[in-house]
């Protein structure tokens, strides 16, 4: 069974900076495509950033040039590294594990699994 732990939010002020992390738990696989995404009340979660097997990284209009996702297959990990923080940007946070490489025999697996959520909260 493969979980996913999520850490780094709280409170920041206008301007500030947090550090999303996300880990994978579970035997016998490699991280694969992982993202981020967001969801503010009443409103369907959003993505923000994904990033692909090659490292190549994807935002939404609001995150680009704030927002950087990186990723550590070692660790199995990935990040959301999040400057400049505005109001606008306080929301429940999830991870997502999209796909998955899994071991001895090396194939691709769907997951599609969340994080529990972690908030951020930006004060004016």
């Known amino acids: 069974q493969v979980q996913l732990a999520e850490s780094g939010g709280g409170l920041v002020q206008v301007g500030g900076s947090l550090r999303l992390s996300c880990q994978a738990s579970?035997?016998?696989?490699?991280?694969?495509?992982m993202s981020w995404y967001r969801q503010f009340p009443g409103k369907e979660r959003e993505k923000v950033a994904s990033?692909?097997?090659?490292?190549?990284?994807n935002y939404t209009d609001s995150a680009k040039g704030r927002f950087t996702i990186s990723r550590d297959n070692a660790n199995r990990t990935w990040d959301l590294q999040m400057n400049s923080l505005e109001p606008e940007d306080t929301a429940v946070y999830y991870c997502?594990?999209?796909?998955?490489?899994?071991?001895?025999?090396?194939?691709?697996?769907?997951?599609?699994?969340w994080g529990q959520g972690t908030l951020v909260a930006v004060s004016s």
């Open positions: 990033i692909t097997s090659g490292g190549s990284a």
């Open positions: 579970g035997d016998q696989f490699t991280i694969n495509a």
């Open positions: 997502n594990l999209r796909t998955i490489i899994v071991s001895p025999t090396p194939a691709y697996k769907y997951l599609g699994i």
